[in-house]
């Protein structure tokens, strides 16, 4: 019994960790929309509100990802509470849906730092 509470101890040691970086890079989001809103005032060209758009567009579906991965890492960490009446063989089911969420968070990490380059160029470029 005491191996299955560190494992799931490390599980929810994991989720926390995501949480904590859904939270930094929401507010990332914060921080270059309000450099996006100082763009917009010192370049009002079509070319430049053409990129602005684009790039509020992806911190608008950016956000909607981090919601529904917020939504999963809620729904880890009750599952996880509930994890002391399951079976052994269960617990391998268990800890593979953790992989898919794993998977899940490093790809949108990865995608946020690369649109969080795009716009640190953007932003060389227009302010």
Do not use: C
Request: hydrophobic fraction near 40%; avoid cysteine.
């Amino acid at each position: 019994m005491e191996s299955q509470l560190v494992f799931l101890s490390d599980l929810n040691f994991n989720l926390d960790v995501w949480k904590r970086e859904l939270k930094f890079q929401e507010s990332e989001m914060d921080y270059f929309e309000e450099k996006l809103e100082h763009v917009v005032m010192r370049n009002p060209g079509n070319e430049v509100l053409v990129q602005l758009e684009g790039f509020q567009n992806k911190i608008i579906r950016e956000r909607e990802v981090m919601g529904h991965l917020r939504h999963r890492i809620r729904m880890k960490k009750r599952d996880l509470a509930r994890q002391g009446q399951y079976e052994k063989n269960n617990e391998v089911q268990f800890h593979e849906k953790q992989v898919l969420l794993k998977d899940e968070m490093q790809t949108f990490v990865k995608m946020h730092y690369q649109l969080k380059e795009k716009m640190m160029d953007f932003f060389l470029k227009y302010l």
